[in-house]
């Protein structure tokens, strides 16, 4: 059995150790994570696996660590089959611009127009050295699906690039 987590709170430098640590006693194991600090908040996505009453047991374990920490705490039972591959491909994109508000959902939707997946998009704003100006970093996980024209896709995410003026890269997922 799988189970989602979502934290959200205050961050602690012994947060992740705590978290772990319930995870660990109640027997689960950490299939994937990801887990940063969000300005002075800490911020974690989880699925961990376990068996019935280990996964019971956690989520047991997680109210009481959410009131002790003061962390807003949420579970999610999953589904144990992993969602069909249907031969899709991989791809990255980094993208580096100035900061403008739109910039995350006009990447999004240009995905989305096309019927493309986002694995994984993290992001962030940072002052540029010397001026001080805000820019815009990204890193996105796509899944493109095998019948779609690399070459076209590559053409109209560049052409889609230079309107909304972002330096970008798309390029195969290189292991």
């Given amino acids: 059995m799988q189970l989602v ?3 959200a709170g205050p961050d602690r430098p012994d947060l992740i150790a705590e978290l772990t640590r319930n995870i660990k006693e109640c027997k689960c194991a950490i299939l994937e ?8 908040e800490f911020a974690a996505h989880m699925l ?27 579970t999610l039972r999953a589904s144990d089959t992993p969602p069909p591959d249907d031969g899709v ?8 611009a100035g900061d403008q508000i739109d910039n995350i ?3 999004s939707a240009f995905f989305a ?24 970093l990204a890193h996105l996980i796509v899944k493109i699906p095998a019948g779609v024209k690399i070459v076209s896709l590559r053409d109209e995410f560049l052409e889609f ?10 390029e195969p997922v290189k292991r």
């Fill in 161 to 170: 690039c230079d309107q909304q003026n972002l330096d970008a890269i798309l």
């Fill in 89 to 96: 491909i991989p791809y990255t994109v980094d993208i580096f």
């Fill in 113 to 136: 127009d096309r019927n493309i997946k986002v694995l994984d998009f993290s992001s962030s704003r940072y002052p540029a050295p010397y001026s001080g100006a805000p820019l815009f």
């Fill in 33 to 40: 994570s990801r887990m940063t600090e969000l300005g002075s």
């Fill in 5 to 7: 987590i979502t934290v």
């Fill in 48 to 74: 961990v696996d376990g068996n019935w009453n280990h996964i019971v047991k956690l989520e047991n374990a997680l109210e009481a660590l959410a009131a002790r920490l003061q962390l807003k705490i949420s």
């Fill in 105 to 107: 959902h006009e990447l």
